[in-house]
């Protein structure tokens, strides 16, 4: 006795979902419980299993159809019409047709019907949970010059993402525009409060998860270290990475240490320093405002500054050449106006506008 398993997995470009493998393994195990030999019938882009097109009806006692719709239409018609001598189970389907009118199987335990409805088996899946790791990218900081190493962190990043499993969040802490649809601030620490990790190259990434003991890999992107990995020293959060250090070694270690309970503690404990340090920050703004006349600690050694700062950055051409058409398209305007209304009606005409 052989039993041949298929489902919608074994037709190519049939929206397979997560249910439909989920069920899959379930029914595998019932029958490998049963103690019955199997075949599972696969399609593009799943491997390792027949093709049901090609398989012969002969050499199976029973095949059984898994999970999703079953409708009456062509394609179900010719996997039934194939297997007709074989003995027809069909396991958490939901059936279009009315049973009393269509119903290809010897036995029917479906998912919903005209006669009935059950759980889904999917209630029974066991699946490893993986972890849910929110990535906070930082823009290219020009203003660290030649320093910046954004690109090399973020490449170092997707080929991490790549070697593990796990459910990426891209998360924007930017809001002026924010480029994955969060509308405010608390959005941004809500969602970042609920990954399992957090993998950035932003400040505020790093300590909003701090913040909300949410352990993170933080990546500082300039070269030397700057911001990111000063903040970190500050608070005595160990997972940080110059770019200048960062290897996929590291990384790996990281990811797993991040994802462990010993973590999040840590993660709390910087948390409750950096609480009571800024806490420290506020009393000292407090005096500030109660003694204005108390010394000042302005420094302004003009000899010592980068003047370049202060340039203009260049724009590219073609936001040069844009601009230009367009103030030459208002000259060219306001010159026939003026040519056909005259220099006092046009003069009112634009006070009006």
């Not at 910046?148 to 593990?164: F, P, T, V």
């Not at 020293?233 to 590291?250: C, H, K, M, Q, R």
């Not at 990281?254 to 999040?264: G, I, K, M, N, V």
């Not at 920050?281 to 500030?288: L, P, Q």
Request: aromatic letters at 8%.
């Amino acid at each position: 006795m052989k039993i041949l398993l298929a489902g919608w997995f074994s037709f190519e470009k049939c929206n397979v979902t997560a249910g439909d493998l989920m069920a899959r393994d379930i029914v595998c195990e019932w029958i490998e419980k049963a103690g019955y030999r199997y075949d599972i019938a696969l399609a593009s882009p799943f491997i390792g299993g027949v093709d049901w097109r090609l398989a012969d009806p002969n050499i199976y006692s029973h095949v059984v159809f898994v999970c999703g719709p079953f409708p009456y239409v062509k394609l179900s018609n010719e996997f039934v019409e194939h297997f007709s001598s074989c003995r027809m189970i069909g396991v958490d389907l939901s059936m279009i047709e009315p049973i009393e009118n269509w119903n290809p199987f010897d036995v029917l335990l479906e998912r919903d019907s005209s006669a009935c409805t059950r759980p889904d088996i999917t209630f029974l899946s066991h699946q490893a949970k993986v972890p849910v790791v929110g990535i906070i990218l930082v823009h290219p900081q020009h203003e660290y010059k030649d320093k910046g190493r954004h690109e090399i962190a973020h490449e170092a990043i997707n080929r991490l993402i790549a070697s593990r499993e796990m459910v990426t969040v891209p998360i924007d802490t930017g809001l002026d525009p924010n480029q994955t649809n969060l509308k405010s601030a608390a959005e941004i620490e809500s969602l970042i409060s609920r990954m399992d990790f957090v993998v950035t190259t932003r400040l505020h990434g790093t300590v909003l998860a701090l913040k909300n003991g949410v352990p993170v890999i933080a990546i500082d992107p300039i070269a030397g270290g700057a911001k990111i990995v000063l903040q970190t020293e500050t608070i005595g959060w160990p997972i940080v990475f110059s770019v200048d250090n960062l290897t996929d070694e590291a990384l790996q270690q990281a990811f797993d240490y991040c994802y462990t309970e010993e973590a999040r503690e840590k993660a709390r404990e910087c948390r409750d320093r950096a609480i009571k340090l800024v806490e420290e920050v506020r009393d000292e703004f407090i005096f500030a405002l109660d003694s204005p006349n108390s010394a000042s600690a302005r420094v302004w050694r003009e000899e010592a500054l980068d003047k370049s700062q202060l340039e203009l950055p260049r724009l590219p051409i073609r936001q040069v050449a844009v601009r230009k058409a367009r103030t030459f398209k208002k000259k060219a305007t306001y010159a026939i106006v003026k040519l056909l209304l005259g220099n006092k009606k046009t003069e009112a005409l634009l006070s009006k506008l």
